[in-house]
C-alpha cells in the first residue's frame, strides 16, 4: 500500500479522502489556494502545501504546481477527487512521467471517455445501447440542421465536451434551432475551449439513472448497483439515492451488464459511473440509452456506499495499489436505501442565486443512519471562487421512506446561519408526496417549484420577534464600547431604544430593524422589575408575530447573533434581521501597530470612496461607504495618517473581512513598534 498521497482538491471531497487514506494508515498530504489557508482539509490532513491564489486556473486546476507540490512533498501518489483536475488525461499523464501513481483508469480510458461524441461512437462499437441522434465529425450549421431534422423535436444539442450541466440546450422547434445552436457552442468555447456539439432526441419525462462500475488490473469489473439521480436543475443533480425506485432484477441486471460493457471497451481500472437516461417517468422500463461515462469518483458515491457496505475510497487505493477487487459481484449486495441531498450556498427563493458568506452557525445533527461530509466548519466562509456546496447530508434507511424520512428529520434541525441555503428546499423534495411515491422525472422540480418553496417567500414575522427577544437579552448589559469581532463597534443596547411611553415602570420600545428586504419597526412592552428578577419580561411584537423574553426554542429553531445581525432559522429557513444602528465602523484606536487595515464588515457592495492613494486623513473622517442588504455602512479612518493603498473601487463585491483601505497612521511605519 501506499505511504503517503496527495489530494488535488478541496472542500468536502478532500475530506473524505484524507478520512480514507488515514483508514489505510496511509499520509495525506492536502493542497490549497490563499483562500483556502485555513479550511477543513488544510486542518485535518498531515500535510499541506500552498499552491497559489485563489482564482481555480491558478491553484486546484494548475497541474505543473500540483504534480511540483506532490513531487517535494514525496507523495507516491495523487488523488484527483472530482471536478477540477479529475477527468483531465493530461493530468494523468504529468503525474505518470513524476513517478507519482495516478488514483484513476489510465488516460487513454480517460481520453476515449473524455468527449462525449466519441464516447458514444465507441460504444455503439461496444453494443451499449447509446441516445439516439447525431454525434459525428461534421459541425458546420447545414449538416447539423439537415441532421436535427432527421432526428425531430424536441432534441438536445451539447457540446461534446461537456460537463456539470453547462454547454447543453434542449431545443423545441425547428425555427429555434440556429440560435440554440449558436449560444451552446458560444457557452462551450467559453467553457471548455471546444466548441465541437453532438444532436441527440429528448427523452420524454427521463429518469437518470447511473451505475457505479469498478474494474482491477486484471480485467475484472463489477458494478455496485445503480443510482437515481434524477431530481436536477439545470441539468445539475439535487438529490440521489440508491436504489432505483421502481427498478427490476431484470432491468438492473441488464444494465449492469451494460454499464460492465461500457468499461470493458476502455480497459478499465479503478472507480467509473456510466450514466445512463431511462424513457419513463413511472417505472425505467422503457429503455435505457448511455449518455456518458464518468472516470473518477462521482459526489454521489456515499448512497452506494450506504448500500453495498464498500468504502469506494479505499477500494480507489486498494486497486491502485495493484491489489485485485475485493468483492466478486455476486457478493456485492444492497441493503435497504440512501438518500442524499446536496446543501448548497444558494438562495432558492431567489432564482438560486449563489450565497457565498461566512457561516455564522453550523451544527450537524447526530442522527440514526444520517452521515454528513462537510469540509467547512462554523466561521468559515463559503468563497465564491468555487463551488459553493457546503456538505452532503446522506440518510440510510432499511426501506426507501425511511431513508427519505430521515434526511427530511436532519435537514429540519440542523443549523446553518449565514449563507441563504437550499435547506428548507431539500426538506420539501424529501416530503414532496410525487416523489415519495417514486412518480418523478428530471423536470419534477422544475414543474414543482412554488411547492417546494423555490419562490419568493413572505417575510417570517416570528422569526424577526425572536430575534428582537434574542437581541432584547443578549443587549440588556451591553456595554457601550462593546466591539464585534473584527473591530468594527457594536450596535448599542435595544434597552436605549427611543421610549414611545412611560407607565407605572412600565414602558414602551421601539426597535427599527431591517428584514426581508424592507426596514420595519417592532415594539417592546416592557414590564416592570419584579423583585429578585435582573432581566424585566418583555413581549416582543412585529406585524401579526409576537414573541416573549423566555425564549423557548423548538428542536428545529435556532438564533444566532453576529455583530448587529440576528440569523434565525426555523425548519431550515432563515430570516436574517438587521438592526439599524449608528454603527461608528472603525478599527480600534492604535495607531502604533503599524498600518490600520479598514475592512468591509459585512459581504456586501463598496459603493463610494471618499479617498485616494497619497491622500491625508483625519482620524474619524468618512473614508469609504459598503452597502450590504440594503443599508449602507459608513466606514470611519481609525487613526490620522496617509492612505497607502486602495484594494477595492467602487462597484466591487466585497467579502466581510476583506481589506479595502490601508492607512499608514501619523509617524510612519514601524512607529511605537
Ligand atoms: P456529478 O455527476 O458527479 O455531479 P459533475 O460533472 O456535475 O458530476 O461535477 C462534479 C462536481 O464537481 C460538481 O459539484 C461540480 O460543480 C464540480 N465541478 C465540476 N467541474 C469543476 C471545475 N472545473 N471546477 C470546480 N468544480 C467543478
Ligand atoms: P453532463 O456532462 O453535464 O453531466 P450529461 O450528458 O450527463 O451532461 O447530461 C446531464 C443531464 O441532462 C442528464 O442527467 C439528463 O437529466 C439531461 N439530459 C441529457 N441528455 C438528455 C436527453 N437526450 N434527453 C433528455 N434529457 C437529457
Ligand atoms: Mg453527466
New binding site residues.
Partial sequence: MFRSVLIANRGEIACRIIRGARKLGIASIAVYSDADAHSEHVRTADHAVRIGPPP?PDS??NAAAIVAAAVGSGAECVHPG???LSENAEFADMCASAGLAFIGPSSAAMRAMGLKDAAKALMEKAGVPVVPGYHGPGQDEAELTIAAGNIGFPLMIKAVAG???KGMRRVDAPSDFSAALASVRREARLAFGNDHVLLEKYIANPRHIEVQIFGDRNGNIVHLNERD?SLQRRH??VIEEAPAPGMTPQLRAAMGAAAIGAARAVDYVGAGTVEFIVDGADDPQGGFWFMEM?TRL???HPVTEAITGVDLVEWQFRIAAGENLPLGQHDIGIQGHAVEGRLYAEDPANGFLPSPGRLIGLQWPSLPGVRIDFGVREGDDITRF??P?IAKIIAHGATRMEALDRLAGALNVMLVAGPQTNQAFLKALCEAPEFRQGRFDTGFIDRNLEELGAAPQALDEYSVALAVAHRMRSSFCRRPDRRNADGTQAAGSLWDAVDSFQLGGARTLTIPLHAGGRNGLASVEIGALAAGQTLPSFIVRFGAARADGVIKRAANEWIMEDGDTCFVLRAGVQTVVQFAAEARRAAPDDPGSGPAHIVSPMHGKLVALYVGVGETVQKNQRVATVEAMKMEHTLLAPATGRVQEIAAQPGAQVAQGAVLIVIEPEGGPGHGA
Avoid: H, R, T
Fill in positions: 481555480a486546484y486546476l472530482y471536478g477540477f460537463g456539470g450541466g439521480c445539475q443533480k464518468n462521482q459526489v454521489e468555487y463551488d456546496m
